[in-house]
């Protein structure tokens, strides 16, 4: 880091301006680093929570890539609501969820219900627009603050969704 470089962070920190983060990182890689057995010592700390942000960043396209397509691309994709459709609303609730209580995705276990993250009623209505926008279908707020595991709510889902080819019993 360059001297100039020092002086404006320091400069930055002191203005007290509300236009600045309150907290700066400088000097922290954000590309992908090396995986030499020696390397690992000094990368300790990247798995605490407060730098997922960077992890996410330094993941770089590849997650950003898979991230772009939405829900209801993938739902048409899938076609009929079996396994694999309720797997992808599996995959859209935690994803959701994961954003809405600003938490690592890692951190979202599918087979927890919603209200085990601290879902309350305004979260369950936001989560609620979301699937009525993304896959065509009217669940209650009711439902999602169920004490189902999100698995079972997704399959439901995918059950009711008008985007998806209903199986039919024999």
Not at 113 to 123: I, K, N, T
Request: aromatic share 4%; glycine share 8%.
């Amino acid at each position: 880091m360059r001297t100039s470089d020092l002086h404006g962070l320091v400069a930055t920190a002191l203005e007290g301006s509300r236009a600045h983060p309150p907290q700066v990182m400088c000097g922290l890689p954000c590309g992908e680093r090396r995986h030499d057995d020696d390397d690992d010592d000094k990368w300790y700390w990247i798995q605490d929570r407060r730098f997922a942000n960077l992890r996410r960043t330094a993941a770089g396209a590849g997650a950003g890539a898979s991230a772009a397509v939405s829900l209801r691309e993938e739902l048409v994709r899938c076609g009929r609501a079996d396994g694999e459709a309720a797997d992808v609303v599996t995959a859209a609730l935690v994803r959701r969820l994961a954003k809405l209580m600003m938490m690592p995705e890692d951190d979202v276990d599918a087979g927890k219900p919603l209200s085990a993250y601290g879902v309350d009623s305004l979260v369950a209505v936001e989560v609620r627009n979301y699937l009525s926008k993304e896959m065509a279908v009217d669940v209650s707020v009711f439902d999602i603050m169920a004490n189902v595991p999100m698995r079972q709510l997704a399959a439901d889902l995918a059950g009711k969704s008008k985007l998806l080819v209903q199986e039919e019993s024999p």
